[in-house]
């Protein structure tokens, strides 16, 4: 199902094929003036309204204040490591903050309509966290969540660590590992009710990482651009592959220069087959 702008295509229903011809098509026919937003008219109200009336105000004042100390670690640390391109605390909230927090409500309502009666308690796993976005955010906004934050470099860790400790996140645990591996680990494999990823990869090698650690029932969302239907079309094998279909395509406001971006949600039918995912790098190097 692809929701925008208050219109809801049935792009999948979970006993049906999907069609990717379809799903273009009414993607395109969504592309009105109601729907778009220029990069121009967004540029100029975004500043003012990030603060006043974004995702982040509808926190309390411990995870408001959490949010700062992290952005300061963040920009601190970015001076003697590559952790973001950002360079100011303005930009940080627009860019980084706003845009994980705009997928916590998909997570939520996808979880609650297929996996669960209950998304207060979800064990999430964020893979190739990088600087902790999303899985640092979503911790913080919904604390009841154990969120693991997956990075296999090491440098990136040792922030993700400090960062952990500095804002006191009692939620969140660092794992340094490759998600090929983690995912034939017998004590993660097929352990989290949700993966979620953010600029890590395209979907079809995205679907190797990933799907693998989610327990059959669960589901997979990556954060995706404005105009993913090409990457979502060349995903489905793969994602078919690791036991998931795709579920929603939803589309959700950020202060990117197209005013939106999309959450891809996936949900897992059944256990992935034991050959998946396969050695470290070969997702990457020959994607399914």
């Excluded at 229903?13 to 990717?20: E, G, K, L, W, Y």
């Excluded at 860019?95 to 705009?102: A, I, K, N, Q």
């Amino acid at each position: 199902m692809l929701l925008c702008g208050g219109r809801r295509f049935n792009l999948l229903a979970p006993t049906t094929p999907f069609s990717f011809g379809t799903f273009i098509k009414h993607l395109a026919a969504s592309k009105s003036s109601k729907l778009s937003l220029t990069a121009k008219s967004f540029t100029a109200s975004a500043s003012s309204k990030v603060f006043s009336s974004s995702r982040f105000e509808a926190l309390n004042s411990r995870q408001k204040e959490q949010v700062h100390l992290y952005i300061d670690s963040l920009l601190e640390w970015n001076q003697k490591m590559n952790l973001t391109a950002v360079k100011e605390e303005s930009e940080v909230m627009e860019r980084h903050v706003e845009d994980s927090l705009s997928i916590i409500e998909p997570i939520r309502t996808s979880y609650l309509s297929h996996c669960g009666p209950s998304s207060e308690n979800l064990n999430l796993v964020d893979v190739g966290s990088g600087a902790g976005l999303p899985g640092v955010i979503l911790a913080i906004a919904s604390p009841g969540w154990k969120v693991t934050l997956l990075e296999s470099l090491n440098k990136r860790c040792s922030f993700l660590e400090h960062v952990v400790s500095q804002i006191g996140l009692s939620n969140v645990q660092v794992k340094r590992e490759r998600a090929e591996k983690l995912g034939q680990d017998v004590c993660f494999r097929e352990s989290f009710d949700v993966a979620v990823a953010r600029a890590v990869a395209e979907m079809r090698i995205l679907a190797e990482y990933c799907l693998p650690l989610v327990r059959t029932g669960g589901i997979f969302v990556a954060a995706k651009g404005h105009d993913p239907q090409e990457e979502v079309q060349r995903a489905d094998r793969a994602i078919q592959l690791m036991g998931a279909s795709l579920l929603q395509i939803r589309c959700v406001d950020s202060h990117s220069k197209h005013g939106q971006r999309t959450a891809i949600i996936c949900l897992k039918g059944k256990p992935t087959p034991k050959k998946y995912p396969r050695d470290p790098g070969t997702p990457a190097k020959i994607p399914l």
